[in-house]
């Protein structure tokens, strides 16, 4: 067979190695079979008719589905009657921010989340090989699992992104697959949570989801149609009625095509996948559904109020550290001394063990982790044009990591954003993949984006930065040194945790929104040389007859917005605030920004958007927000007038981000005054009226001239247009929202304003005259050479 997959080859080993812990066939033929079919040649004869029949199963058409179980048992007989099962494994970390979070100090987030991803992307597949690539790892297996060295090859894995792994497995060693799985993750970071579980499936359920013994008792097409309005099965297979056209002739016609639909998507992999997220979400809940080992008792590190604790203060120190090993005396844990070596290491993937470590006589050694640095830098060497942009003349030796979160503030007036992005639509896409081939395009390919898409971000907007009057006793930088001034915290899957500089903030979330997209559909040259890491799955959003109204998308320039072209798009949150802001206090309120910017994309799909959104807030003192933010908006940004005004206007599309950006540079390009600015956002609280006549009242005041020209076409015009075309009247600075596509119009209609997060950000948009990072950092290298 020409180019089977991996999928193929691992169906193939399963079927061939049989139910038993001992190998049905001869395990050199087992070889030479996975060998053949790698190489394209003819299979051993001995285990040809199982190779057919794995090759009968992905041969069939992605969109055939049988409409009778006597339809599927006379067109593919041998399927029917296959009855060997085959193993299916899924598991990995949960809880994950916890533990990543659990210091506050950068230099160990960075560690613990690198430790997690070398245990998903660099342990786990190693598990699986066959080959001797890390010999700590299989050293191990062989010390815990050595029923499994025979047992895995590479080809079983399905995805190992993301936190996660799917893998297929012969029937026997399931649980013994997951069980490692769990114990790598337990003595690798000692308190980090993690789960697997596993089943065994027949042949043909790996196409048509779980059917029963014996198949003909399957509750297949005809009694779904009967009963898919029932709730309990709605619950199961999707509400048909949800969302389908008023129109009687097409509701009919739609609902007729919808139920075929949705019991073959849910009729397939997909439904085996559903079952082992089932089962994972029970045990990570401490039931016990199987005779392996409990999960209900985590690692537990007893403490004495006699004993000194670490510096996360959760459990007892058992090395103290004195300067000059560290800048600063440390108390360690060794969980999070083994975060803290493997953040020294991730910097730029050092070999080196640090002296401290070598003196505490902790046995563990981590293996090399290959930082997110050099992942950027191998990303960079494969695009020319964007190398240049960021590193321009200078040396890339030259450029530290920064080494705390002041020096990245320090780019920015000692303030930093966080950015955490999810992905939208991915539920939805995932449940209508029907086979395992798909699945692993659909992981590589969110992954490629989402990677991609942070450094694309990183590179256009950001640049090295020169420290400047540092006060930092930690730091053994100094002034004058060059610093990456970001720290990617994790990119899995559709998941990103980035700390970027608050000025250049809403570009790299508006940035990686619109590039995640624009690479999926291909429409962005991933580079030179990575032609063999291309989008393989399609993404593009099929033609529809319903026009979609843009102005109830976008409240900027709705005419000029790009449609919507990608199926999958993120949601973005973004705060801003000091560099010495608690970092637990940080990720909870960023958590909520990208909760509301996930609620309003739910909003806006309704209305046919789908592409990112962004929430964020400017938080300059930390005693701003209590806890909740929602909360904070209601009692503080909500003023129950007539007719009712709502203060912010947050969250924004990425088109409607676009255009926040360019009113703040139209303002500064103006000259505005900024007291002025300070000014009307404050008289919004008195009234509607009151508002608009003291903004006009100081627009008109303004210069007669192309700046003023330009904040008439970037805010009034392009924010502030009445609702009605034919009124030629002005509303700035309100914005008309009629409610359309809120569920509860009992608020609705009101006025919102985009002007109290103009005032908020205005301090945190770069204009072209700030941007001076590559200049000074030119030249403090032609000093360093002089």
């Known amino acids: 067979m020409e180019n089977p997959s991996s999928v193929m080859i691992a169906i193939a080993w399963c079927l061939a190695w049989g139910e038993e812990r001992s ?7 087992l070889q030479q079979m996975r060998q053949a079919l790698k190489d394209g040649k003819e299979v051993p004869k001995e285990v040809r008719f199982l190779v057919e029949q794995v090759q009968q199963l992905l041969g069939i058409d992605k969109d055939y589905f049988p409409k009778t179980l006597d339809e599927l048992k006379n067109k593919y007989p041998d399927l029917w009657n296959q009855t060997n099962h085959i193993g299916l494994v899924y598991g990995g970390a949960t809880k994950i921010k916890p533990y990543v979070f659990e210091s506050a100090k950068i230099q160990d987030i960075r560690g613990a989340s690198a430790l997690l991803d070398r245990i998903n992307v660099y342990d786990i597949p190693i598990l699986f090989s066959q080959e001797k690539k890390s010999i700590s790892i299989y050293q191990w297996r062989h010390d815990n699992f050595a029923d499994l060295e ?37 003595e690798e970071t000692l308190t980090a949570n993690s789960c697997a579980v596993g089943d065994t499936f027949r042949l043909l359920e790996i196409r048509f989801g779980l059917l029963r013994e014996p198949i003909e008792n399957t509750l297949w097409l005809d009694w779904y149609r ?86 996360s203060d959760r459990r007892s120190a058992v090395v103290i550290v004195q300067p000059p090993e560290l800048p600063r005396e440390s108390n360690f844990s060794e969980a999070l001394a083994r975060k803290h070596f493997v953040g020294n290491r991730a910097k730029k993937g050092s070999p080196i063990v640090p002296k401290w470590y070598q003196n505490s006589q902790l046995e563990w050694q981590n293996l090399r982790v290959e930082g997110w640095i050099d992942k950027y830098n191998s990303f960079l060497d494969k695009n020319a044009v964007l190398k240049q942009k960021y590193y321009a003349d200078l040396k890339r030796d030259d450029i530290e990591i920064a080494q705390n979160l002041s020096q990245i503030g ?42 991609y898409a942070v450094y694309q971000a990183l590179a256009e907007n950001l640049h090295p930065h020169k420290l400047q009057n540092l006060n930092d006793e930690e730091s053994t930088l100094g002034n004058g040194a060059l610093v990456h001034s970001f720290e990617i915290i994790t990119i899995g899957g559709d998941d990103i945790i980035l700390i970027v500089p608050a000025n250049k903030a809403l570009a790299i979330a508006q940035t990686i929104g619109e590039q995640f997209e624009k690479i999926l559909i291909k429409q962005v040259p991933l580079g030179e040389s990575v032609e063999s890491k291309k989008i393989i799955g399609d993404y593009q959003i099929k033609p529809d007859n319903k026009p979609v109204d843009l102005k109830k998308c976008h409240r900027y320039k709705p005419t000029e917005a790009p449609p919507s072209q990608c199926q999958l798009s993120t ?5 801003i605030t000091a560099y010495n802001t608690p970092i637990y206090y940080a990720k909870d309120l960023t958590e909520q920004l990208l909760k509301s910017a996930k609620e309003r994309a739910k909003k806006l799909k309704k209305a046919g958007y789908l592409g990112g959104t962004v929430d964020f807030l400017t938080m300059k003192s930390v005693t701003m927000i209590s806890s909740d933010i929602k909360e904070f908006r209601k009692q503080a940004l909500i003023k129950n007038l007539r007719p009712k005004l709502k203060l912010y206007a947050a969250p924004y599309t990425l088109h409607e981000l676009g255009g926040l950006i360019k009113v703040i540079q139209a303002l500064k390009n103006a000259k ?86 103009v005032v908020d950000l205005y301090d945190f948009i770069a204009s072209a005259d700030d941007d001076s990072d590559v200049s000074e950092a030119q030249m403090a290298t032609t000093e360093v050479e002089l």
């Open 23 to 29: 190998p049905k066939y001869n395990l050199e033929l």
């Open 150 to 186: 025979e047992v895995l090859i590479s080809e079983l894995i399905i995805y190992s992104t993301g936190g996660n792994v799917l893998a297929f497995c012969p029937a026997a060693f399931v649980d013994d697959l997951a069980n490692a799985i769990e114990k790598r993750y337990t």
């Open 226 to 311: 009967q009963k898919y309005k029932e709730p309990l099965v709605q619950a199961y297979f999707g509400n048909l009625e949800k969302n389908l056209d008023n129109s009687q002739t097409e509701r009919c016609n739609s609902l007729a095509v919808s139920v075929e639909e949705a019991f073959a998507d849910r009729k397939s992999f997909n439904e085996l996948t559903t079952k082992l997220a089932i089962l994972f979400n029970q045990r990570r809940s401490g039931n016990d559904i199987s005779s392996r080992p409990s999960r209900r008792y985590p690692p537990m590190f007893e403490t004495h109020p006699y004993l000194m604790r670490d510096g």
């Open 410 to 451: 320090n780019a920015s007036k000692d303030f930093i954003a966080y950015i955490y992005a999810d992905g939208n639509n991915m539920g939805g896409y995932i449940q209508k993949i029907r086979t395992p081939q798909k699945y692993q395009e659909f992981s590589r390919d969110v992954e490629l984006a989402t990677e």
């Open 571 to 575: 949601s973005i949150g973004v705060l």
């Open 672 to 757: 505005f005054p900024k007291s002025q600015l300070y000014q009307i956002r404050n008289l919004l609280e008195r009234g509607k009226q009151t508002a608009i006549l003291n903004y006009r009242y100081f627009r008109v005041r303004l210069k007669q001239d192309k700046q003023n020209l330009d904040l008439q076409e970037e805010f009034e015009q392009a924010w502030c247009q009445p609702k009605d075309s034919n009124n030629k009247g002005n509303l700035a600075p309100w914005i008309y929202d009629d409610g359309a596509l809120e569920y509860d119009k009992s608020d609705y209609p009101l006025f919102e304003t985009i002007w109290r997060d």
